[in-house]
């Protein structure tokens, strides 16, 4: 835009209309400026204003004109169509764009130069030090993971820091901006803020160092009574009612609400928090807390739903808070539990009452951790047959939450994985040593100071084969049915590898599951100086787009350890066997989830139903407000996977009973 300098007679208009200016050579205007639309506003420094020339709405239906009445401005330049009106004390530095609104603040400025939160130090899980990471606007979730826990590569470390220190300088600067049609209403002090387009602000008490990363596709609101202080929000965020975040990276469709207290801590996509704290958390996609009393402390966890009254500690009373526990993927706590860091909670698993022993539950995924009498007791695999474990998986997807065409997290929604399955596999090692260390009549084993009964230990065995059959065969269907074959050698020409990588170790960066292998690649490279961040980030999206591919690579090693032979000597009869294994456990693991889906339909669930008649009455009241067991649509589902998944696997058995 074009800008020239004021007239004498817009000078005077000025003038009339209650301007003031240390020095009106100082300001700059549109070439179709008009001056009937500035009033009672001071200048200090230099100025640039643009055209107001139309009218707006404010909620409510007011009408109002858009232009600056009633503020202070110092080394400003405000864009078209703006409407600010009563600045309390004054803007500062700062280049706001076109169709903003401002009304009811306090100040807002920028204070020397400033990188608006980037390159701030987290201390993350740690809270004696150790784990400081460094925050930027496209930090996520699989990079963070690797600069929180891979500090046995103090190399790469100092690579990665330095890139994203290098980052924060070229992002910093002397003035903020605020973006188009943006609205600041009713706001305390906003200081060292990069506040992004459409961002809304409503009722902020105080911003302090930080950019708000907001754009049309995903707007970023802030409620009433919010601080945040050193921080770095990401698209698509809401957060509200006097919430606290000091310290903080918070990603793409996150939602705090109702006085959360966040501190230090990293929050990655989906991710939602009410009521209770977070301090020194890594919280990975999808880690929710709804409940007041609830603490999560000095721990990792994605996919959490966490109890009310959940709790962790992580001080000793000896050397200071410096203790750190894991939960992976899909780990759930219950009311009032608690855990004793250092602990490590395996995959999808349940944690229910207080354990003090520092288990670790990780090559025991989809388990139980029960507190007895004070014990830790373990029911391997218990959560792969439960409603709730199946229910979490498909909610997921549904519950996202990010708008943002450009995902800065990779997610692997997936509950059968190889991630997962090695452990299964593992898990499934481990209680065979077990018995074969303690013996078969043994009554409790021990297993990392945790308790496993007998009868948890042999059901816990066969969960993980049906387990362990389910992905197989899910793996060779799917492989199978994406190409034609009609002769065995095209059957095994069809499972054949499309490259070694995937084979060996699994991990899961926050999200994103890739062969380990795969990942040390990228982190020799990254140490060695080829990448950037961009480049690293390019990586991460091609490690989740090439799922499939190192999926079918882990799974075809596994099956060849089954058949006994590979994939160019396998027999029609070793497929067939594979495929009426995944469908018998597909099948079975079916039936135990719907039976477990049936426990919240008995009596016992009924209780408080038709509290002023007879049972008859109870059940009535009962199924208006929850309806029938037959009619409820996840029951139904289950009933519908279990026809569609037996049809295919007899589709696919004919198929194969015809090659030659």
């Given amino acids: 835009m074009a800008f020239r300098k004021l007239t004498a007679q817009e000078i005077t208009q000025l003038k009339e209309q209650g301007c003031k200016a240390t020095d009106w050579n100082e300001i700059e205007v549109a070439e179709a400026f008009d001056a009937r639309y500035v009033r009672r506003t001071n200048f200090s420094g230099h100025n640039r204003l643009g055209v107001y020339g139309k009218e707006i709405e404010l909620p409510g239906g007011i009408k109002v004109h858009t232009g600056i009445y009633n503020a202070m401005l110092h080394n400003c330049e405000v864009g078209n169509e703006c409407h600010l009106y009563n600045i309390h004390n004054y803007i500062a530095n700062y280049h706001i764009g076109d169709n903003t609104c401002i009304e009811n603040v306090n100040s807002i400025l920028v204070d ?30 699989s990079l963070a993971y690797i600069l929180t826990l891979y500090r046995h590569r103090p190399k790469m470390i100092h690579e990665l820091e330095h890139q994203i220190d290098a980052y924060a300088e070229a992002h910093a600067s002397d003035h903020g901006y605020i973006g188009n049609n943006v609205h600041i209403l009713n706001c305390g002090s906003i200081k060292n803020v990069y506040i992004g387009d459409y961002a809304e602000l409503m009722g902020v008490s105080r911003l302090k160092n930080g950019t708000i990363n907001s754009n049309e596709s995903a707007p970023v609101r802030l409620g009433s009574g919010v601080k945040c202080v050193d921080f770095i929000i990401a698209s698509g965020v809401e ?15 996150c939602i705090f609400d109702k006085h959360y207290s966040a501190g230090e801590s990293l929050f990655f996509s989906n991710c939602q928090g009410m009521h209770g704290e977070a301090c020194a958390i890594f919280a990975g996609p999808y880690t929710v807390t709804h409940h007041k009393s609830t603490l999560l402390i000095a721990g990792m966890f994605s996919f959490l739903n966490a109890g009310s009254g959940s709790n962790q500690s992580n001080h000793m009373y000896k050397l200071g808070p410096i203790h750190q526990g894991v939960a992976e993927r899909g780990a759930k706590t219950t009311s009032d539990s608690y855990l004793l860091w250092p602990s490590k909670v395996g995959a999808f698993s349940l944690v229910m009452g207080r354990h003090t ?22 029911v391997p695999g218990a959560n792969l047959r439960t409603v709730g474990t199946i229910r979490d998986a498909q909610k997921w997807p549904k519950r996202d939450n990010r708008k943002d065409p450009h995902k800065l997290d990779q997610i692997n929604f997936n509950l059968l994985s190889p991630y997962t399955v090695q452990k299964m596999w593992r898990g499934r090692e481990i209680l065979n040593e077990l018995v074969a260390l303690s013996g078969e009549n043994t009554e409790v084993y021990g297993y990392k100071n945790c308790k496993i ?18 992905f197989l065969g899910n793996s060779i269907i799917s492989r199978l ?39 040390t690649q990228l ?20 490690m989740h787009a090439n799922y499939y591919s190192y999926e079918w690579t882990w799974a075809l090693e596994k099956l060849e350890q089954v058949w006994g032979c590979d994939v160019n000597h396998v027999t029609l009869a070793q497929i067939r066997k594979t495929v009426e294994e995944w469908k018998n456990a597909v099948v079975n693991l079916d039936k135990m989830v719907y039976n477990d889906a049936r426990k919240e339909f008995d009596l016992n669930s009924q209780t408080g139903f038709g509290v002023d008649g007879d049972r008859e009455q109870a059940e009535a009241d009962f199924e208006e407000v929850r309806g029938s067991f037959e009619s409820n649509s996840f029951v139904k589902a289950v009933l519908e996977h279990i026809e569609r998944k037996t049809e295919l696997g007899n589709k696919m058995l004919e198929k194969l009973a015809k090659v030659k």
């Avoid at 520092?358 to 373990?378: K, M, Q, R, V, W």
């Avoid at 009609?486 to 699994?506: C, I, K, M, N, Y």
């Fill in 112 to 141: 020397g130069k400033s990188t608006f939160g980037n390159g701030v130090r987290v201390p993350v899980m740690n809270e004696g030090g150790g784990r400081e990471i460094p925050i930027f606007n496209e930090l996520s979730a």
């Fill in 523 to 542: 982190l020799n490279e990254v140490e060695q100086g080829k990448l950037s961040l961009a480049d690293i980030q390019s990586r991460l999206e091609t």
């Fill in 453 to 470: 009964r007998n009868t948890s230990l042999k059901h816990g065995c066969e969960l993980y084969t049906i387990g362990i059959q389910k």
């Fill in 239 to 253: 957060i509200g009612d006097s919430t606290l975040v000091d310290k903080c990276f918070v990603g793409q469709g």
């Fill in 357 to 378: 022993h520092h288990a670790d539950t990780s090559d025991l995924p989809f388990s139980y951790l029960i507190e007895n009498n004070s014990e830790s007791f373990l």
């Fill in 481 to 519: 049915e994406k190409s034609e074959w009609h002769t065995l050698e095209e059957v095994r020409a069809a499972l054949r590898p499309d490259s070694d990588a995937g084979l060996g170790v699994w991990v899961d960066l926050a999200g994103l599951l890739a062969p380990r292998s795969e990942v």
